[in-house]
């Protein structure tokens, strides 16, 4: 018996998860609005606060240069507030046409209400923002290859009385890591990975930790071995049918080991209801046996779910690129067996800010809106199947 890919196995939830509306733009499609927003008094207007608490680094993938980011809006005043529109510019040109526009009818797709904050009509319209509420817009804008990415953004937020600009933003806060494969072999599916898909938990994965809201998982994947479409042939309950048990996870860059944790039992695999940790899921276990490499400029490699007694670094060890780490596992708040990968800002788990980084080089043989074939540093996106070839020896 063959069985089918399942939904994402990394289920820990840190908001509501919500369609995000993707932006693409080529040379020459920018348009101008018609109309203009409504005038308003400015007091009217300053009680809209914009902010970006991290700013983003473009990055590409299948012929595209991406940014992904998040404004925060906040309603300062006393009375609701009801948006409209976002537009984006390009900081240098700003009194040129935006270069990108999410209308009315996106817009409830995008925003998140943070802080539990009501909706003014009771109809669960983000679009509502109440006195001294606060929305999350998740924003992704992608330019086709060879478009100039503009050095700094500003946006607008036009609602149905006024409008206020602010928020400028760098697109290229940091510097981009070029990394081995974490693993070897093909048909390697993405899942969970770089997109703004309504049920991409690693995306919409806001966690406040010591009054700061970060998103750690905002590039991670969860790499799942497939063959015709499935993860796993047999017993859907042994963790031995799935392809990606037992797998060999590579470094992908010389650095230093700075966390090695092991002695967390796989799971029995199972997903929604069937699920039963074998331990309780805390934020202390959540990510199962775990491996994390320095690799330098304040980035954190991490490698989560690993399988229990494989791990072959321990704290300190200095590792190159391409040497074998570990096991693929089931362990932590892993529903089957596969690695959850990531690059973050912060030594430790779910504190750091997620950062994009490029792959030497892998090849899509299976595209999910994107372009089959080999690809050069580049990130690969949610639902590619890929395949990285032969690993180095240790």
């Given at each position: 018996?063959?069985?089918?890919?399942?939904?994402?196995?990394?289920?820990?939830?840190?908001?509501?998860?919500?369609?995000?509306?993707?932006?693409?733009?080529?040379?020459?499609?920018?348009?101008?609005?018609?109309?203009?927003?409504?005038?308003?008094?400015?007091?009217?207007?300053?009680?809209?606060?914009?902010?970006?608490?991290?700013?983003?680094?473009?990055?590409?993938?299948?012929d595209r240069?991406?940014?992904?980011?998040?404004?925060?809006?906040?309603?300062?005043?006393?009375?609701?507030?009801?948006?409209?529109?976002?537009?984006?510019?390009?900081?240098?040109?700003?009194?040129?046409?935006?270069?990108?526009?999410?209308?009315?009818?996106?817009?409830?797709?995008?925003?998140?209400?943070?802080?539990?904050?009501?909706?003014?009509?009771?109809?669960?319209?983000?679009?509502?923002?109440?006195?001294?509420?606060?929305?999350?817009?998740?924003m992704?804008?992608?330019?086709?290859?060879?478009?100039?990415?503009?050095?700094?953004?500003?946006?607008?937020?036009?609602?149905?009385?006024?409008?206020?600009?602010?928020?400028?933003?760098?697109?290229?806060?940091?510097?981009?890591?070029?990394?081995?494969?974490?693993?070897?072999?093909?048909?390697?599916?993405?899942?969970?990975?770089?997109?703004?898909?309504?049920?991409?938990?690693?995306?919409?994965?806001?966690?406040?930790?010591?009054?700061?809201?970060?998103?750690?998982?905002?590039?991670?994947?969860?790499?799942?071995?497939?063959?015709?479409?499935?993860?796993?042939?047999?017993?859907?309950?042994?963790?031995?049918?799935?392809?990606?048990?037992?797998?060999?996870?590579?470094?992908?860059?010389?650095?230093?080991?700075?966390?090695?944790?092991?002695?967390?039992?796989?799971?029995?695999?199972?997903?929604?209801?069937?699920?039963?940790?074998?331990?309780?899921?805390?934020?202390?276990?959540?990510?199962?046996?775990?491996?994390?490499?320095?690799?330098?400029?304040?980035q954190?490699?991490?490698?989560?779910?690993?399988?229990?007694?494989?791990?072959r670094?321990?704290?300190?060890?200095?590792?190159?690129?391409?040497?074998?780490?570990?096991?693929?596992?089931?362990?932590?708040?892993?529903?089957?067996?596969?690695?959850?990968?990531?690059?973050?800002?912060?030594?430790?788990?779910a504190?750091?800010?997620?950062?994009?980084?490029?792959?030497?080089?892998?090849?899509?043989?299976?595209?999910?809106?994107?372009?089959?074939?080999?690809?050069?540093?580049?990130?690969?996106?949610?639902?590619?199947?890929?395949?990285?070839?032969?690993?180095?020896?240790d």
């Amino acid at each position: 018996m063959t069985g089918r890919v399942h939904s994402p196995s990394h289920r820990l939830r840190f908001g509501v998860v919500r369609t995000l509306f993707v932006i693409v733009f080529a040379a020459g499609s920018f348009t101008a609005l018609a109309g203009r927003a409504p005038t308003a008094p400015e007091d009217r207007a300053a009680t809209l606060k914009l902010r970006v608490p991290f700013e983003p680094t473009a990055f590409p993938s299948a012929d595209r240069t991406y940014l992904f980011y998040e404004v925060h809006i906040s309603n300062g005043g006393d009375a609701p507030i009801t948006l409209r529109r976002i537009e984006v510019f390009d900081a240098a040109r700003a009194t040129r046409a935006p270069i990108a526009t999410i209308e009315a009818e996106q817009l409830n797709g995008i925003l998140q209400p943070f802080g539990g904050q009501p909706s003014t009509t009771g109809r669960g319209d983000n679009r509502q923002l109440a006195a001294g509420g606060t929305v999350v817009a998740f924003m992704s804008i992608a330019r086709d290859r060879g478009v100039r990415v503009p050095d700094k953004l500003v946006h607008r937020v036009v609602t149905v009385d006024f409008a206020t600009q602010g928020a400028a933003i760098g697109t290229h806060h940091t510097k981009l890591h070029v990394l081995g494969p974490p693993l070897e072999g093909a048909n390697w599916l993405a899942a969970d990975g770089p997109s703004n898909d309504e049920d991409n938990h690693h995306r919409r994965g806001l966690l406040t930790l010591d009054g700061h809201v970060v998103i750690s998982r905002r590039y991670a994947i969860d790499w799942k071995q497939v063959k015709n479409g499935a993860s796993f042939s047999g017993d859907a309950d042994d963790k031995h049918s799935y392809y990606a048990y037992g797998k060999v996870a590579l470094a992908v860059a010389d650095g230093r080991v700075i966390t090695a944790k092991d002695g967390l039992p796989d799971n029995v695999p199972g997903h929604n209801e069937k699920f039963r940790p074998a331990v309780p899921i805390t934020l202390d276990t959540v990510a199962g046996n775990t491996i994390t490499i320095d690799l330098g400029d304040g980035q954190f490699a991490y490698y989560c779910h690993l399988q229990q007694g494989s791990l072959r670094v321990k704290v300190g060890d200095r590792v190159q690129r391409g040497q074998t780490l570990a096991l693929v596992g089931a362990s932590g708040d892993a529903r089957e067996p596969h690695l959850h990968f990531e690059v973050t800002t912060d030594s430790h788990f779910a504190a750091g800010e997620g950062m994009p980084y490029l792959i030497e080089h892998y090849n899509v043989t299976v595209p999910f809106d994107g372009i089959a074939g080999l690809r050069t540093r580049e990130l690969p996106l949610n639902n590619m199947t890929v395949d990285f070839g032969k690993g180095h020896p240790d």
